[in-house]
C-alpha cells in the first residue's frame, strides 16, 4: 500500500501567487472581479504546485456540480449490443468534455432502477440530465420532473397529458422519423415495388410510432391503403428482425419489399432472406433507418438506409442542457437559430442513402 501524498491546498497557491487565499477562490471558481495580472499569477501558481479544486468545496461556492446525467431507459443487455448508443453516447461526451463537464451514466433494468435513479438526480449530485429511449409507460418523465433537475430528452416526448411531466416547455432534440420513413417508402415505390412490408420498432416508443405513420402515409397516398398484414412489430434488434420476416414470408409470400424501422431490424431480416432462398434486391428489396456504420458494413448486399445523424443529436442534447443551466462557468456558444430556453425542440433531417440492397 503506498502512502497517500498530501495535495497542495489553496492557501499554498496563495502564498505562491502572493494574493489573498479568497482572490485565489475567485480565479479557480471563475468568479469575475479580479483583475488580470493577479488571475494570471494565480493561474501560474496553479500550474506550478498541480493545484487540484477540491469538487465539493467548489460547489458550494459554484452550485454547480460539473457533472450530467444521461440515464437510458434500457437494460444494459441492450445498450451495450446496439450501437446506436454507442454514437449517441460519444457526441454526448465529446461536448460534456469540450466544456469540462463529467458524464454519469445511469441505466434502468426494471422499476427497482428508476426510484434508484429518481433519488440520484433529486441527490444534487449532478447539474442535469439527459435522457433517452424512453417508453410511454415509463414513469422516468415524471420522477426526474419531480426531481426539479434541468433535463434534454433524446426523442419527441410522447407521454399523455395527464402526467406530471407533461410540459409543453419540454426540450428534446429528435430527427424527423416520420419524414425519413416517407422517403424510404417512396424510394420502394419508386423502383415499382408494390407489396411493401413495414417492420416496425417497439410501438411505445415514438420514435417506432413515427416511422410508421410515415410508411402509412405514403401507402395511403400511393395505393389508397395498405394491408395490414404486411405490418409486423418489433423491437429493434437482429433477431426481431428474423422473428418478424419469418412471420411475413408466412403471410404475404408474395412481399416484393420490406422497410425496416433501423439497421439493426434490417440485418435480421435479410439473414431469413437469404435463408429462404429470396434474392435482395431482385426479389425483395430492402431499406433500413439509422446508416450506423457498424451494421451496414455487415451486410449482403450493402444496406440502402435511412441517414440520422445520431452522433449529432447526441452532442446538440448536451449543448442544449449546458447552454440552459445557471451560472454555467463552461456554456458553450449558443445553437445558431435555437434559443436556449425549456420549449426547445431540436428536429434534425434525415437523408435517404442509397446503396445495392434497393
Same mark, same amino acid.
Given at each position: 500500500?503506498?502512502? !497517500? ?8 497557491? %496563495?502564498?505562491?501567487?502572493? &494574493?489573498?487565499?479568497?482572490?485565489? +477562490?475567485? $480565479? &479557480? ?7 488580470? *495580472? ?17 469538487? %465539493? ?15 437510458? @431507459?434500457? *437494460?444494459?443487455?441492450? &445498450? ?5 448508443? /454507442? ?11 469540450a466544456h469540462d463537464n463529467q458524464l454519469v451514466l445511469l441505466l434502468t433494468e426494471g422499476r427497482a432502477d428508476h426510484a434508484r435513479v429518481a433519488r440520484y438526480l433529486a441527490g444534487g449530485h449532478v447539474d442535469g440530465a439527459l435522457v433517452f429511449s424512453l417508453h410511454l409507460d415509463d414513469p422516468l418523465p415524471g420522477l426526474i420532473h419531480d426531481a426539479g433537475v434541468p433535463t434534454v430528452f433524446g426523442g419527441r416526448p410522447g407521454w399523455g397529458e395527464d402526467t406530471p411531466a407533461a410540459d409543453p416547455g419540454v426540450a428534446y432534440v429528435d430527427c424527423d422519423n416520420r419524414?425519413? @420513413?416517407?422517403? !424510404?417508402?417512396?424510394?420502394?415505390? #419508386? ?18 410510432? #413515427? ?6 402515409? $405514403? ?11 404486411? &405490418?409486423?412489430? +418489433? ?24 422497410? !425496416? @424501422? ?6 435480421? @431480416? ?9 434474392? $435482395? *434486391?431482385?426479389?425483395? /428489396? ?14 449482403? *448486399? ?53 446503396? !445495392?440492397?434497393?
Amino acid at each position: 500500500m503506498t502512502e !497517500a501524498v498530501s495535495r497542495p491546498t489553496l492557501e499554498a497557491v %496563495a502564498a505562491r501567487a502572493g &494574493v489573498s487565499r479568497a482572490t485565489v +477562490s475567485r $480565479v &479557480v471558481n471563475g468568479g469575475d472581479g479580479v483583475r488580470e *495580472p493577479l488571475a494570471e499569477r494565480v493561474r501560474r501558481a496553479v500550474e506550478e504546485l498541480g493545484y487540484v479544486p477540491n469538487q %465539493a468545496a467548489r460547489s458550494l461556492v459554484t452550485r454547480r456540480h460539473d457533472a450530467v446525467a444521461v440515464v437510458i @431507459a434500457e *437494460p444494459e443487455t441492450k &445498450v451495450f449490443a446496439d450501437p446506436f448508443f /454507442a454514437l449517441q453516447l460519444r457526441g454526448i461526451s465529446k461536448e460534456l468534455t469540450a466544456h469540462d463537464n463529467q458524464l454519469v451514466l445511469l441505466l434502468t433494468e426494471g422499476r427497482a432502477d428508476h426510484a434508484r435513479v429518481a433519488r440520484y438526480l433529486a441527490g444534487g449530485h449532478v447539474d442535469g440530465a439527459l435522457v433517452f429511449s424512453l417508453h410511454l409507460d415509463d414513469p422516468l418523465p415524471g420522477l426526474i420532473h419531480d426531481a426539479g433537475v434541468p433535463t434534454v430528452f433524446g426523442g419527441r416526448p410522447g407521454w399523455g397529458e395527464d402526467t406530471p411531466a407533461a410540459d409543453p416547455g419540454v426540450a428534446y432534440v429528435d430527427c424527423d422519423n416520420r419524414g425519413g @420513413a416517407r422517403a !424510404a417508402v417512396r424510394h420502394l415505390l #419508386d423502383l415499382g415495388r408494390r407489396r411493401i412490408a413495414h417492420i416496425t420498432g417497439p410501438l411505445d416508443q415514438t420514435s417506432a410510432a #413515427d416511422r410508421l405513420d410515415g410508411y402509412r402515409d $405514403v401507402m395511403a397516398d400511393v395505393l389508397g391503403e395498405s394491408d395490414p398484414r404486411l &405490418v409486423v412489430e +418489433s423491437d429493434f434488434t437482429p433477431a426481431g428482425g428474423e422473428r418478424a420476416m419469418r412471420e411475413l414470408l408466412g403471410r404475404c409470400p408474395d412481399v416484393d419489399a420490406v422497410f !425496416a @424501422a433501423n439497421d439493426l431490424t434490417a440485418l435480421g @431480416a435479410l439473414r431469413v432472406l437469404r435463408e429462404s432462398g429470396r434474392r $435482395v *434486391p431482385e426479389d425483395v /428489396a430492402v431499406v433500413g433507418f439509422d446508416d450506423m456504420v457498424p451494421v451496414t458494413e455487415q451486410t449482403e *448486399p450493402p444496406l440502402t438506409t435511412v441517414r440520422q445523424d445520431i452522433e449529432e443529436m447526441g452532442r446538440l442534447m448536451a449543448r442544449l442542457l449546458l447552454q440552459g443551466l445557471p451560472d454555467g462557468r463552461h456554456r458553450p456558444p449558443a445553437l445558431p437559430g435555437v434559443p436556449g430556453s425549456p420549449g426547445t425542440a431540436v428536429i434534425l433531417p434525415t437523408t435517404l442513402i442509397r446503396r !445495392a440492397s434497393a
